[in-house]
Nanobody, 119 residues
Framework: QVQLVESGGGLVQAGGSLRLSCAAS????????MGWYRQAPGKQRELVAR???????NYADSVKGRFTISRDNAKNTVYVQMNSLKPEDTAVYYC?????????????WGQGTQVTVSS
């Protein structure tokens, strides 16, 4: 059973920084990609950043230049460094891991961590 545990959320003022961590119960090398999504009240969950097993990254346009995703395979942990935070970044942030098996995609989710940015 795959477990993803997020940490690092909290309350920060606009312009501040936070680093979220996602610790996996097993080797993150077994996942094709890992990423961070967020969901604000009344909105759909959206992709924030993703990193593949090969190290390629992609970001939502709204966070490009401010957020950086990284992975530490030795610690089985994925991070997202969030700088220059804005009130519109306020959301519950979820860690996601994807495993491709043939034509199927298995999605694993963490429980989420709240990020609140005050103006």
């Amino acid at each position: 059973q795959v477990q993803l545990v997020e940490s690092g959320g909290g309350l920060v003022q606009a312009g501040g920084s936070l680093r979220l961590s996602c610790a996996a119960s097993g080797s993150i090398d077994s996942f094709n990609s890992m990423g961070w999504y967020r969901q604000a009240p009344g909105k759909q969950r959206e992709l924030v950043a993703r990193i593949t097993s090969g190290g390629s990254t992609n970001y939502a346009d709204s966070v490009k230049g401010r957020f950086t995703i990284s992975r530490d395979n030795a610690k089985n942990t994925v991070y997202v460094q969030m700088n220059s935070l804005k009130p519109e970044d306020t959301a519950v942030y979820y860690c996601n891991a994807k495993r491709f098996i043939g034509a199927n995609v298995l999605d694993y989710w963490g429980q989420g961590t709240q990020v609140t940015v005050s103006s």
